[in-house]
């Protein structure tokens, strides 16, 4: 029954992750249907990763540990499966698909996002009159001719998404154990 629920959160996680995926892409990708700013590739990317899917995998860990804790057999540990395993699985298959679709589907994709990414460095620096220092490092060749697409890419991602679900995971398990723990 865990395996199961650790599975199908998996699937639903996944499928969320992707969908809000392609609905940055669709809608805000190119200048068509919404014009936000001249980086609102690179800030909705942004937002929907720090925030949407975040939220979203939260709010699924927390739903794991309710609808667990009417469970009697419930345990430190099964809880800590049912809110860690999800996000970690998820967010791999997302990253593969993520890494599929900018390097088979849309490679343009990720070279706008890092333009914008840049650009936006640039435009930073020159709001923190800092724009000289940051002008050499930004538009040097070594630095625009990155492979975002790379393995150590890859693995510092799929870090961030493991030190996440990790941070996630004990937050939901500890909620669980106070409230589950004895008054006095």
């Known amino acids: 029954m865990l395996r199961n629920t650790i599975w199908r959160s998996t699937i639903y996680l996944f499928l969320l992750a992707m969908m809000v995926f ?46 667990w804790d009417g469970n009697k057999s ?14 970690v699985l998820a967010g791999f298959f ?28 640039l435009l930073q620096a020159k709001d923190n009159e800092a724009y000289e220092e940051v002008e050499k490092v930004v538009n040097s060749k070594e630095v625009r001719g990155t492979n975002l697409l790379s393995f150590r890419t890859f693995t510092l991602i799929l870090g961030i998404v493991i030190f996440f679900n990790l941070s996630l995971a004990l937050m939901v398990t500890f909620l669980w154990k106070i409230r589950n723990s004895p008054r006095r």
């Open 22 to 67: 392609f609905i940055v892409q669709f809608f805000f990708k190119d200048q068509n249907y919404f014009q936000i700013s001249d980086f609102q590739y690179i800030l909705t990317t942004g937002v929907s990763n720090s925030f949407v899917i975040t939220t979203l995998f939260a709010i699924v860990a927390a739903y794991n540990m309710l609808k």
């Open 74 to 87: 419930s345990s430190f540990w099964n809880i800590f499966k049912l809110s860690f395993i999800p996000g």
């Open 94 to 121: 997302t990253l593969i698909s993520v890494f599929a679709w900018y390097e088979y589907v849309d490679p343009a994709g990720i070279e706008q996002l890092k333009t914008e990414y840049l650009d936006y460095s």
